[in-house]
């Protein structure tokens, strides 16, 4: 197969939707809070993926 | 665009529908609150008679759930979660294996190729996919295929979540 190439943040973006996409299944019942839930589970891994990543930016000189 | 199969007192409530919940008596927001032989019934559609669902057959749809990703929630009638899983699971593994993300072997020589061996083989029949799909085999000096890796091992550890989740749906202590 074609090898894909993705960025740092692509990656974690499609990390992001699709786990957030599985939780949201997975963890609620109800249409309207699965749809709650994965849109707050992709907000997290986005915001705390680039708190983590600024937080490490000093030691990566 | 999951639509669940309304016949399944658990997956009309999934669709948010109040006809189950006031069947059985409960509110939708408060699954719980129903008794355990209400939840057994509601989570075995093929168990009509009301009886407590069988050992076997719990084991059965968790051992179907890892084998093909989604197919533990199918036997369950519960297609929404079932699709969903598969193809989450399915486009992780296609991700990995296109990232060229290892995909760890049996009898790895220390404790991470053996953890990641038991993460990959968590896709069950999709390991076997990574495998095929991955033809030039992993290349983890770039950032891409470390990623891969990761994608991989998330995608087996999802699908032990998800056929533990149909253990218990089966068992009907949730749904």
Redesign the interface.
């Known amino acids: 197969m074609v090898p894909l190439h993705f960025s740092h943040f692509q990656s974690l973006l499609l990390f992001a939707l699709i786990i957030s996409l599985a939780f949201g299944t997975l963890g609620r019942r109800k249409p309207i809070e699965r749809v709650k839930y994965a849109a707050w589970s992709f907000a997290m891994f986005l915001l705390v993926g680039i708190a983590l990543g600024w937080l490490m930016y000093p030691f990566s000189k | 665009m999951?639509e669940e199969n309304p016949a399944n007192p658990v997956a009309a409530?999934?669709?948010?529908s109040s006809a189950a919940a006031q069947s059985t008596g409960t509110s939708?927001d408060t699954?719980n609150s129903a008794t355990s032989g209400e939840l057994s019934e509601a989570a075995s559609p093929g168990n009509s008679g009301g009886e407590a669902p069988s050992a076997a057959r719990t084991v059965a749809v968790a051992l179907a759930g890892w084998l093909l990703p989604g197919l533990g929630h199918a036997l369950l009638k519960m297609w929404?979660?079932a699709l969903?899983?598969f193809l989450?699971v399915g486009?992780?593994v296609y991700?990995g294996?296109?990232?060229?993300g290892n995909v760890f072997e049996p009898g790895g020589e220390d404790a991470f190729a053996r953890l990641g061996y038991v993460a990959d083989a968590g896709t069950g029949s999709f390991y076997f996919v990574a495998r095929a799909?991955?033809?030039?085999g992993p290349?983890v000096s770039h950032?891409?295929g470390d990623?891969g890796t990761?994608?991989l091992a998330?995608a087996g550890v999802?699908n032990l979540?998800?056929a533990l989740?149909a253990y218990e749906a089966a068992r009907g202590r949730k749904?």
């Open positions: 999951f409530e999934t669709n948010g939708a699954p929404g979660r969903a899983i989450t486009f992780l991700l294996a296109g990232m060229r799909l991955e033809s030039a290349d950032a891409d990623y990761r994608f998330t999802l979540l998800a989740h749904a």
